[in-house]
């Protein structure tokens, strides 16, 4: 089992940067595969963007690519979420997701509180 926190969210405006991180507990967070969804207002949870256990795989949402990246250090029990070149769509609730056999859109058996990014216009 793994614990999940996230951190690094705030109010940015359009343009700017955030970097999300996800702090995991346990011992074997090698062996999971990570994910960021978003949850915006109104609106159903959506996978953003992926990374397989050793880090050599990512998968991105089409709306992300080429401004978000998907990081981890297995070190640190850490994974992160860069995003640049924001926009107010992008405003939302967003979750990392652990899960030790699927990646990608998942579904990921583990899920942290979330942090909320607000991107201003």
């Known amino acids: 089992q793994v614990q999940l926190v996230e951190s690094g969210g705030g109010l940015v405006q359009a343009g700017g940067s955030l970097r999300l991180s996800c702090a995991a507990s346990g011992r074997t967070f090698s062996t999971y595969n990570m994910g960021w969804f978003r949850q915006a207002p109104g609106k159903e949870r959506e996978f953003v963007a992926g990374i397989r256990w050793g880090g050599d795989s990512t998968y991105y949402a089409d709306s992300v690519k080429g401004r978000f990246t998907i990081s981890r250090d297995n070190a640190k029990n850490t994974v992160s979420l860069q995003m640049n070149s924001l926009k107010p769509e992008d405003t939302a609730v967003y979750y990392c997701?652990?899960?030790?056999?699927?990646w990608g859109r998942g579904p990921y058996a583990y899920w942290g509180q979330g942090t909320q990014v607000t991107v201003s216009s």
């Open positions: 997701a652990a899960d030790q056999l699927r």
